[in-house]
T-cell receptor
């Protein structure tokens, strides 16, 4: 079983749609959680950290359920520029920050 | 504001050749990391440097060596390149101390390496 699992997609949605991605992780001792965005052949860029109480940044909302070891990302009012691969990332922070990456969920937003 | 800078951006090598990938950050971060990304797999940690003067193996260190030259620079060396090392390599950094150890990592824009 992979440590971080994501549906690879692609998710094809029209502009303006709401789309949700899910991610599960296997290590219950994981301490920090992130969503990164990666455009084709580019570096991962931090989209948002995920906090236990859930957090929102504009059109993006992230939720964390530690009991179920589940992380979600909701994108409202999708834009063409949201087309990318979204990486679910979990971290252990003991001595150094060990990141474990999911393989990503691809989103395609069409006009 | 450059952030994390990697050189070169692209490289083609022949099997058995050696080369060094360079990485520098200007954010005064303590911790630096080298990853590789292959199709269908998540990024995997090759080596990391939790602080200046220290380096440690990650998940896939075989065939690589690293040097933390100073606080800013962290290089990755392939001593004898193999086709299995064809990949995209990313360098990253984060503050790495105390509470900021939890801060997200910032990535360079990658080196695309092909080994024939």
């Amino acid at each position: 079983r992979k440590e971080v699992e994501q549906d690879p997609g692609p998710f094809n949605v029209p502009e303006g749609a709401t789309v949700a991605f899910n991610c599960t992780y296997s290590n219950s001792a994981s301490q920090s959680f992130f969503w990164y965005r990666q455009d084709c052949r580019k570096e991962p860029k931090l989209l948002m950290s995920v906090y236990s109480s859930g957090n929102e940044d504009g059109r993006f909302t992230a939720q964390l359920n530690r009991a179920s070891q589940y992380i979600s990302l909701l994108i409202r009012d999708s834009k063409l520029s949201d087309s990318a691969t979204y990486l679910c990332v979990v971290a252990m922070n003991t001595g150094f920050q060990k990141l474990v990456f999911g393989t990503g969920t691809r989103l395609l937003v069409s006009p | 504001n450059a952030g994390v800078t990697q050189t070169p951006k692209f490289q083609v090598l022949k099997t058995g050749q050696s080369m060094t990938l360079q990485c520098a950050q200007d954010m005064n971060h303590n911790s630096m990391y080298w990853y590789r990304q292959d199709p269908g797999m998540g990024l995997r940690l090759i080596y990391y440097s939790a602080s200046e003067g220290t380096t440690d193996k990650g998940e896939v260190p075989n065939g690589y060596n690293v040097s933390r030259l100073n606080k800013r620079e962290f290089s990755l060396r392939l001593e004898s390149a193999a086709p299995s090392q064809t990949s995209v390599y990313f360098c990253a950094s984060n503050p790495g101390e105390g509470a900021t150890r939890r801060a997200a990592q910032h990535f360079g824009d990658g080196t695309r390496l092909s080994i024939l």
